[in-house]
């Protein structure tokens, strides 16, 4: 995209009307500003399953354009897209995944390490539970709150917030026990 | 988005930890190729959308090519203005075989305006072939004026001087040619 493309100006609103009559250079626009955000979240959000993550994010485009007719400019384009991308990564979670019981859950939570990283709690919210590593993803890094997380994920906000709870201790027990080692 | 209060709330370090995490990543460029050439077997695309760049171009060609016609056209007249009969007329520098060219395209041309003026106005304007042979005569009146040359002047004084007769030619062709 060069760098003085009139279209990089043009709000979201401006640029899906383009895209609906057809317009290609509107959607790339569209899609480079919104795609990386979205691609991360998707990319978290699938843990161990990286390779993964050109389709879901394909399928999550396909379904927003697909629906792009519809989406009527109360919300955020890009909060609109996340919730079609969060519902495509999180269809490909293990069936029963919610259920999944996190093995150190009964243990109490050790203190965070000094020199634990950014990168040892990517690691670690890798190796969490599909469902739990959902709901600490979306609340603690995407910043949605317990309503917001229980409509996407089709759970009740209680649920929500058990689930937060539980992976919370269990990214704490990971990060102690050094999940960059792992 | 405003975060609703969680019991077990992350400490100052663990924030720092989750907001050092990244927030985005570069789509792989040939999966996006690949969503766009979906998009337009889908129908979503105009198959000839004309991106910006090929706009651009289109822009510039067609801006040069009326640049090069600006320049030709003007190049042009100022050969022709340089090669008229006006300009050679006002030059003082011609040899004799060159005057006697010129006699001669001046002639010509003087014929072909004629011609020119007579089937614009023969239908339309009755008094056309009038004008054009007092303009032809006044040629002639000119060319004795000047002696060019003695046989010449006699023939042309024989012309104007015999009584015009309507001529069955007129009709059709209304000027004196020479």
């Given at each position: 995209m060069p760098a003085d493309d009139p279209l990089r100006d043009l709000p979201d609103r401006a640029l899906i009307r383009r895209f609906l009559d057809g317009e290609e250079a509107a959607f790339r626009v569209l899609h480079g500003r919104h795609a990386p955000r979205l691609r991360m979240t998707v990319l978290r959000l699938l843990g161990r399953r990286r390779d993964e993550v050109d389709d879901v994010e394909q399928e999550a485009w396909l379904g927003a354009c697909r629906g792009m007719h519809a989406?009527?400019?109360?919300?955020r384009f890009s909060s609109w897209l996340a919730t079609i991308g969060i519902r495509a990564a999180c269809a490909r979670f293990s069936p029963g995944s919610d259920t999944q019981?996190?093995?150190?859950?009964d243990l109490p939570a050790p203190p965070?390490?000094?020199?634990?990283t950014a990168i040892d709690l990517e690691r670690a919210l890798e190796r969490l539970p599909d469902r739990q590593r959902a709901v600490v993803v979306l609340h603690?890094?995407?910043?949605?709150?317990h309503a917001e997380i229980a409509r996407k994920l089709d759970m009740a906000p209680g649920t929500s917030k058990v689930t937060l709870l539980r992976a919370r201790h269990a990214l704490r027990r990971l990060l102690a026990d050094g999940a960059s080692d792992d | 988005m405003t975060d609703d209060p969680t019991p077990d709330d992350l400490d100052l370090r663990e924030r720092e930890l989750f907001a050092a995490l990244p927030r985005t990543s570069m789509p792989d460029p040939h999966a996006t190729e690949r969503l766009v050439a979906t998009l337009a077997r889908e129908g979503f695309?105009?198959?000839?959308?004309?991106p910006a760049r090929r706009l651009r171009r289109l822009a510039a060609a067609a801006a040069l090519f009326t640049a090069g016609v600006a320049v030709g056209a003007s190049a042009g007249a100022r050969f022709a203005s340089r090669y008229s009969l006006e300009h050679a007329l006002a030059?003082?520098?011609?040899?004799v075989p060159d005057r006697v060219l010129l006699l001669q395209r001046a002639g010509s041309a003087y014929v072909t305006a004629a011609h020119g003026y007579a089937d614009a106005t023969a239908h339309a304007d009755s008094t056309a072939v009038e004008v054009a042979n007092e303009v032809l005569r006044g040629a002639a009146h000119a060319v004795l004026k000047s002696n060019l040359n003695s046989t010449l002047s006699a023939s042309l004084v024989a012309v104007l001087q015999t009584p015009r007769a309507p001529s069955p030619t007129t009709a059709t062709k209304p000027i004196l040619w020479y």
């Open positions: 989406f009527n400019g109360t919300a019981p996190c093995e150190m859950d965070l390490p000094a020199a634990a603690d890094v995407e910043g949605f709150t | 695309l105009r198959a000839h959308a004309p030059r003082t520098d011609l040899t």
